[in-house]
T-cell receptor, first 114, second 113 residues
């Protein structure tokens, strides 16, 4: 089955700096890669996603890049703000007619210091 | 208001006592899923369902059962809970496939003694 590894497990950045989180996946057939943000005590929320036919996607200060050959994808947060402090999860999934199993990475705790 | 609800939100139980965690969504979503969240392990998918009467195993289905008799409901059943099932559980739904935005429920914190 799919295995997703996420690094680093914790990341501390100064406000205004950039943060980068990297994930690798094992199943070359996976074709959908979402990123979730989870604030303390709250439920995960989708912040951005990318499909395998796209190499990069951007939404304001957040961008995701995908390298299918190397089987890795990354989340980039620019101009970080204190409200970006949270745990971020990457995930990988394979679309198939019968259903979609979603495998998550272990999470990255991001702390943005003012 | 569009939402996913879970009940109970908190539960303390003892080993072997059957329990059910309910999940309901009011958005007419076809896809529903259960996850457990444990420190250092992230979110792991337990079961998912593509539609009524269509369910499939996720990565950690052992010790759990699900049913999807109605589109809006997707209960998680622990027939004989054990301490290693102590965890935070999330239900989620999306319109058709996991490739669309998943809406997560508020979570159920379970402690099995």
């Amino acid at each position: 089955g799919e295995n997703v590894e996420q690094h680093p497990s914790t990341l501390s950045v100064q406000e205004g700096d950039s943060a980068v989180i990297k994930c690798t996946y094992s199943d070359s057939a996976s074709n959908y890669f979402p990123w979730y943000k989870q604030e303390l005590g709250k439920r995960p929320q989708l912040i951005i996603d990318i499909r395998s036919n796209v190499g990069e996607k951007k939404d304001q200060r957040i961008a995701v890049t995908l390298n299918k050959t190397a089987k890795h994808f990354s989340l980039h947060i620019t101009e970080t703000q204190p409200e970006d402090s949270a745990v971020y999860f990457c995930a990988a999934s394979l679309f198939k007619a019968a259903g979609n199993k979603l495998t998550f990475g272990g999470g990255t705790r991001v702390l943005v210091k003012p | 208001e569009a939402q996913v609800t879970q009940n109970p939100r908190y539960l303390i139980t003892v080993t072997g006592k059957k329990l059910t965690v309910t999940c309901s969504q009011n958005m007419n979503h076809e896809y529903m899923s259960w996850y457990r969240q444990d420190p250092g392990l992230g979110l792991r998918q337990i079961y998912y369902s593509m539609n009524v009467e269509v369910t499939d195993k996720g990565d950690v289905p052992e010790g759990y059962k699900v049913s999807r008799k109605e589109k809006r409901n997707f209960p998680l059943i622990l027939e004989s809970p054990s301490p290693n099932q102590t965890s935070l559980y999330f239900c989620a739904s999306s319109p058709h496939l996991v490739g669309e935005t998943q809406y997560f429920g508020p979570g159920t914190r379970l402690l099995v003694l």
